[in-house]
């Protein structure tokens, strides 16, 4: 039996138990999402966390509190912001329950069914690989990869038999690959050698190797055999996210103080005259939303970064305290005697992954919530703030804002020269389907054109690619609602055919729009 002088001040606060609702939610919650809020009952294990870890978490919820009675709407900003904050405390709390990362292993049944689900699906459903990425009923691409993340993350770090682990690590793989998510694979590469850091073990490092390599091999053989979800891996192409970047950073610009509030950016994301934007189906025909769903004002519309969407919806010092709540996170998994390699991987995996996702926004399909309990179960062994959390907080704080800098740095040219034909009405009479017919002359090649409409932030109405010609270049036609206010600005602006980290465009071409009968 240890004596008191050797137990860590932190040991004696982790529960011996979980309570038995977590195994099955742990279980449930991949391919059930809609039970995360249950995560609620994990609340009452905050208490258990040191002195230190609570403050920080009482300056978090306060650095959302504040702005929200700053924003457009505050009532309904502080509502929505308590009801996240509750959210990721419970979540918390239910890592705090669990103690230990080795408690996870439910989740191998969870992800596992994800797995088999999306092979299954696309199987039955005559997918063809060459031309189409992995399907399922009710997930995207993007949360089937991490799903192949966190079954890769599963297979080498849990403890267990082979009998489990292999099958769930070659299917996690798979769908690794036949996803075709960037994000996901980049997190799963991240974080898997982030894990092997940790545990140092012959075994690990050996599977690691070999999964690496089967990873590998898959590549070459989709990309020889033209699988377009494959292919896709090895392009740095950000797939249009530029765009929202820039419209997210306008209204960063236009409510820079304290942001719109949680679950409120979609709202201004939307397209004019587009309230309520829905996913396209597997034919890409997109339905219209009910009332109620039109009501909440597009939440599911994102900026794809983190520290973006924070810093749009509640400001700097929202944002602020979510870099002191990742880094407090992330010093307390270090100053853990008992490192654990499953934790290191999805720490460090999914922060990886939200650069160019909202991978720590919940309620998510699953891998958010992951996020948080992985955080709580490290958050017991903190047991002091140093330099070293600075430290980690100000470099969270720059891999997490690269779209910013990306926005930042650069010059914008006029579009003058390189416009050889421009039809763009500067007064009309509704604010429906507005057309505009413009034709360049630039070198060949690929590129994008893109209209939006500009008042207080940015609202981008349509983009399309083409390719340059030095003389006679297509005559393009973009078109779309414009608002619905007497006057406005457009903004027409050349970009290049693969999107980047760079928000910078082209060139730029800007004019006036006088809408008769438009509202005030």
Known sequence: MSSPSSVSPSDHLVPPTPPRWIAPWLALLPPLYVISPLALLGLPYLKNLPNTARWVLGFYALSQQLPALLAPEPLLASALALLRTLLMFGLMGVGVALGESRRLWPLALGIGAVLLTALGYSALGGVDFLISRMAHPYMTPITLGLAGAFGLWLSLFLPGKLLWRVPLGLGALGVLLLSGSRGPL????????????????????????????????????????????????????????????????????????????????????????????????????????????????????????????????????????????????????WQNRKRSALAWA????????????????????????????????????????????????????????????????????????????LNAPARVKSAKDYMVYVQFSVPPGEYRVSLRTCTEFCQTIQTLKFMGAEKDGPILTLRGDVLDKPKQSLELKLLTGGSSLSLRPLGVRTWKLELAGGQP
């Open 186 to 333: 980049a997190a799963a590469l991240v974080g898997s050698l982030a894990g092997l850091l940790v545990v140092r073990g012959r075994r690990t490092a050996v599977a690691l190797v070999m999964g690496a390599a089967l990873l590998l091999a898959g590549f070459y053989v989709g990309d020889r055999l033209g699988s377009v979800a494959v292919s896709r891996l090895g392009s740095a192409d950000t797939t249009g996210r530029d765009l929202v970047w820039s419209d997210t950073l306008s209204i960063i610009q236009a409510y820079p103080t304290a942001g719109v509030g949680s679950y409120r950016l979609g709202r201004y994301l939307a397209p004019p005259g587009n309230t309520c934007t829905l996913f396209p189906d597997a034919e890409g025909a997109v339905q219209a939303c009910t009332e109620w769903i039109e009501k909440l004002g597009s939440p599911w519309l994102i900026a794809h970064n983190a520290a973006l969407q924070q810093l749009a919806e509640t400001g700097p010092l929202g944002l602020l305290g979510l870099f002191a709540l990742l880094a407090i996170g992330v010093a307390a998994a």
């Open 346 to 421: 999805i720490l460090t995996g999914l922060l990886v992954a939200t650069i160019n996702d909202n991978t720590l926004l919940v309620p998510s399909p699953f891998f958010a919530e992951l996020f948080w309990v992985v955080l709580g179960m490290q958050l017991v062994h903190l047991r002091e703030l140093n330099l070293a959390g600075g430290l980690v907080g100000a470099a969270l704080a720059l891999a997490l804002s690269l779209p910013i800098w990306g926005g930042v740095f650069g010059k914008t040219e006029p579009l003058d020269g390189s416009i050889s034909f």
